[in-house]
T-cell receptor
Framework: QKEVEQNSGPLSVPEGAIASLNCTYS??????FFWYRQYSGKSPELIMS??SNGDKEDGRFTAQLNKASQYVSLLIRDSQPSDSATYLC?????????????WGLGTSLAVNP | EPEVTQTPSHQVTQMGQEVILRCVPI?????FYWYRQILGQKVEFLVS????????KSEIFDDQFSVERPDGSNFTLKIRSTKLEDSAMYFC???????????FGPGTRLTVL
């Protein structure tokens, strides 16, 4: 059974701080990793994708991937109240053209003004 | 910026009735997906569609479900005889050719009474 695990939170940080969100996955052969943001009652919105070990930065967001530890994280710098949402980790553990995503339950982030 | 659109935003139906959920993927995308999310639960993959045929489907996607691309722009999900447990948010997503990132529409909330 292919699994993606996240701490459900809530994670509470003060405005301006760094928020660190973590995700582990069960399938060692996984190749594609995604972070989505989901506001309550809304659809998942793609924030970051990462495919290789190391860090990938986009504005205030940094995704980190460690395939040996089967771990992917998302750092949000200078957190804003508008970042308050549930952050979903999604993994494609399949080879070839199978693009099915396996999802974590999400981590709820609250940024306090 | 191009977006995936879905209609209706909310559908209420009686158990046993057929429903059709509609999606318009981003225009130059070739891979299409349906996911669902029961309230408080993980996002679940239903089906992927490429080159006018199903490429992958999950155990959830049984004979009660079908997908169709009736023309060059629409992508539909039909549930033939709805059950109470089909109540969920249904999300359509699409990917560009050669891309692994999936972009989601706003979702249809299906309520089965």
């Amino acid at each position: 059974q292919k699994e993606v695990e996240q701490n459900s939170g809530p994670l509470s940080v003060p405005e301006g701080a760094i928020a660190s969100l973590n995700c582990t996955y069960s399938d060692r052969g996984s190749q594609s990793f995604f972070w989505y943001r989901q506001y309550s009652g809304k659809s998942p919105e793609l924030i970051m994708s990462i495919y290789s070990n190391g860090d990938k930065e986009d504005g205030r967001f940094t995704a980190q991937l460690n395939k040996a530890s089967q771990y992917v994280s998302l750092l949000i710098r200078d957190s804003q109240p508008s970042d308050s949402a549930t952050y979903l980790c999604a993994v494609n553990p399949y080879a070839g053209n199978n693009r099915k995503l396996i999802w974590g339950l999400g981590t709820s982030l609250a940024v306090n003004p | 910026e191009p977006e995936v659109t879905q209609t209706p935003s909310h559908q209420v139906t009686q158990m046993g009735q057929e429903v059709i959920l509609r999606c318009v993927p981003i225009s130059n995308h070739l891979y299409f997906y349906w996911y669902r999310q029961i309230l408080g639960q993980k996002v679940e993959f239903l089906v992927s569609f490429y080159n006018n045929e199903i490429s992958e489907k999950s155990e959830i996607f049984d004979d009660q479900f079908s997908v169709e691309r009736p023309d060059g722009s629409n992508f539909t999900l039909k549930i033939r005889s709805t059950k109470l447990e089909d109540s969920a948010m249904y999300f359509c997503a699409s990917s560009r050719p050669g891309g692994r990132e999936q972009f989601f529409g706003p979702g249809t909330r299906l309520t089965v009474l």
